[in-house]
């Protein structure tokens, strides 16, 4: 297969998120081969900007806050008015506050839904339409193991995740045939900025590590390649799917990590 086939030189694409972690990794990526960036944050300009320098500068830099429906809305119009179109939309941005299940209230569930869910509806409803009338488009959305492999204390995080597989799914249906796919990349165990307190404990990372089946945490650059791939015409026959990378923990726990493991 010829490596053109995996170029994005041409394409422009919005990165939600994009100001650290997964989103700065991947956005990085899609510089790589070729992607014109328009980069998303809120409350990291500092971060957002710095992605910009590294991927020369030039990118438009915007803020909103996706917990919020009117500003989701209005990005959305300032994002096809001004800097459209739009060939690739990776949704990242997300947030997950962790809270005992029994202590939940609304105002943690509304603004879980309105970031991780809601603002997906919103930005799909908002840049796929063009995209099917050009005849090419991708959404690729950072899903999460949590989708399959819950806990309590990020119940509402986790149901949405798996929510939002279901909503790119019902959407890919609608849009395929129009040359525009979406899928899903879902992440394990992956070290980034947020949990970087965590993972500097020497013991809780050789838990983390003893329970995934490739003996490690996952990286950011660990993710690229599959939003570069699943952006590129190389993928142009996949939508719908969801694609885990989490070094196996989706599978089981490894062999050994739970004392009562028979090997």
């Known amino acids: ?25 991947v956005a990085l990526g899609l510089a790589e081969h070729g992607a014109e960036l328009i980069l998303h944050h809120f409350g990291n300009e500092t971060g957002a900007r710095e992605v910009a320098r590294a991927t020369g500068g030039t990118a438009p830099v915007l803020e909103a806050d996706f917990t919020d429906g009117r500003a989701t809305q209005a990005f ?19 947030i997950e506050h ?25 930005l799909t409803a908002k840049l796929v339409p063009p995209m099917a009338e050009r005849g ?35 959407i890919a249906r609608e849009t395929g045939h129009r040359g525009v796919t979406l899928n899903v990349v879902s992440p394990g165990a992956i070290e ?15 838990a983390v590590a003893a329970k ?4 490690r945490p996952g990286q950011p650059q660990d993710l690229v390649g599959a939003f570069v791939f699943l952006c590129s015409d190389a993928a142009s026959y996949i939508t719908g799917a969801n694609i885990p990378v989490d070094g196996g923990w989706s599978i089981g726990d490894a062999p050994g990590s739970l004392p009562h493991a028979a090997g």
């Open 1 to 25: 297969m010829s490596a053109a086939r995996f170029s994005l030189k041409g394409r422009r694409v919005l990165v939600t998120g994009a100001s650290s972690g997964i989103g700065r990794a």
């Open 212 to 215: 995934i089946p490739v003996g």
């Open 136 to 170: 090419w488009g991708r959404v690729v959305a950072t899903g999460s193991i949590m989708a399959v492999r819950p806990r309590a204390e990020t119940v509402v995080y986790a149901s949405l995740k798996a929510a939002q597989l279901t909503a790119i799914r019902s």
């Open 98 to 122: 962790r809270r005992p299940w029994q202590e939940l209230d609304e105002a943690h569930v509304n603004a879980h839904v309105a970031s991780n869910f809601s603002a997906l509806l919103t």
């Open 192 to 206: 980034i900025e947020a949990s970087a307190a965590r993972y500097g404990d020497p013991a809780f990372r050789k």
């Open 76 to 94: 959305a119009d300032e994002v096809l008015k001004t800097h459209g179109p739009i060939d690739i939309l990776i949704a990242n941005a997300a």
